[in-house]
């Protein structure tokens, strides 16, 4: 089995496994000098992707925001069914799907999958816990829903601020970034949605604030009954979430992973953390 899958989307025909280390993209692609296109990044297990359909529509949503002509839903079943095909069933994986606009001088939109295993360092996350400390995005809470130029809500592959973040979070000693508005509102991760507890009530912020709404925070307040609390979307600036039972980032490919530290101030892992990550159904 491969330690990296790369699968290329041919049009009227099967997808390809093209073998790692052989090119995908042309140079003049417009994702790559523009970072202009879309994807989505799945976690793979039992060989399988979870919340395919949910990526999927959130996919088409940031496409059509982008006015960009994703292909139709069966080519991009067909693509992740190949690449999950060619990943070793026992392994946890991270599938992307990524569609760009294609090359400069115009011609179809490019479209491929990667499956790659996850960083030991991000699944002991599941367990240690992340320390995070906030970072002011510069834009008030309600400035994307009013500018759908700043993109609020979509999935890009202009991540690179998003990295530069998580890099100056590595560079004071921590392990990510909360992003807040220039109003102090909680917004989210760079590339996870925060989640918390307040007694009875598991709650995330609203898609209005511009954040990217989160497949597995919906997944897991779709089942919040399941342990017992009431699922409910709110503003929160972070004294919020120093006072919370318990806060977590949520991913595709971390799971749930509890915060225990923001801004230098100790959290308190929840003991409700095991029975959330078994909701989503990630290994410890
Ligand atoms: C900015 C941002 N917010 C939230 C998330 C979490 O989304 P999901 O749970 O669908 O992986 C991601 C994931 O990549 C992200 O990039």
């Given at each position: 089995m491969l330690d990296r899958v790369l699968v290329i989307s041919v049009p009227g025909g099967p997808p390809r496994v093209v073998p790692a280390?052989?090119?995908?993209?042309?140079?003049?692609d417009l994702g790559v000098l523009r970072g202009d296109g879309v994807f989505e990044t799945l976690h793979v297990r039992s060989g399988r992707p979870f919340l395919l359909a949910e990526h999927l529509d959130r996919m088409a949503r940031s496409a059509e925001r982008l006015d960009l002509p994703l292909p139709p839903v069966p080519r991009l079943e067909a693509l992740a069914d190949t690449a999950c095909g060619a990943w070793a069933a026992h392994r946890e994986g991270a599938l992307r799907l990524v569609c760009t606009r294609g090359p400069e001088d115009g011609g179809e939109p490019t479209l491929f999958a990667t499956v790659a295993g996850i960083k030991d360092a991000l699944r002991d996350q599941r367990r240690a816990g992340i320390r995070v400390v906030t970072a002011s995005?510069?834009?008030?809470?309600?400035?994307r829903d009013g500018a759908p130029w700043l993109l609020g809500g979509v999935k890009s592959l202009s991540y690179a601020a998003n990295m530069a973040a998580q890099r100056w979070a590595a560079a004071q000693g921590v392990d990510d970034v909360l992003y807040v508005s220039s109003d102090g509102q909680v917004l989210e991760g760079p590339t996870s949605t925060v989640v918390w507890r307040d007694s009875g009530v598991l709650a995330t912020v609203p898609d209005s604030t511009g954040i990217l709404p989160g497949t597995t925070a919906a997944h897991l307040l779709s089942r919040a009954a399941e342990l017992g609390l009431t699922a409910e979307l709110r503003m929160a600036v972070p004294a919020d979430l120093l006072a919370a039972d318990g806060v977590w980032f949520a991913s595709s490919v971390r799971g749930v992973v509890p915060f225990t530290e923001l801004d230098g101030k100790p959290l308190t892992v929840d003991p409700l953390t095991p029975g959330l990550r078994d909701l989503l159904g990630y290994p410890a």
């Open positions: 280390g052989e090119p995908l993209l042309r140079g003049d995005l510069g834009v008030t809470a309600d400035a």
